[in-house]
């Protein structure tokens, strides 16, 4: 499958959140992973079950800051 994280998110009041997170293939800085990520994005079965719009919420493009990767992930919950 292709990179990506899952989240659980609970809150009393709010309606539990199961979802998950993909990389984008430019967060990589190597040609040939950003190849690899893209094929693997495109093939995900689930991720490809999401609308266009959907999947730019769920596919983060992290940016390099010294040795680390950092990107924005929001997550909103529905209130019960």
């Given at each position: 499958?292709?990179?990506?994280?899952?989240?659980?998110?609970?809150?009393?009041g709010c309606e539990?959140?199961?979802?998950?997170?993909y990389f984008s293939p430019n967060?990589?800085?190597?040609?040939?992973e950003q190849q690899i990520v893209d094929?693997?994005?495109?093939?995900?079965?689930?991720?490809?079950?999401?609308?266009s719009q959907e999947q730019k919420q769920v596919i983060v493009d992290f940016q390099r800051s010294g040795n680390d990767l950092k990107?924005?992930?929001?997550i909103t919950l529905k209130r019960l």
């Open positions: 499958r292709t990179p990506h994280i899952h989240y659980k998110v609970f809150a009393k539990d959140l199961t979802t998950q997170m967060s990589f800085s190597d040609k040939a094929d693997l994005n495109r093939k995900d079965r689930v991720l490809n079950r999401l609308t990107g924005v992930f929001d």
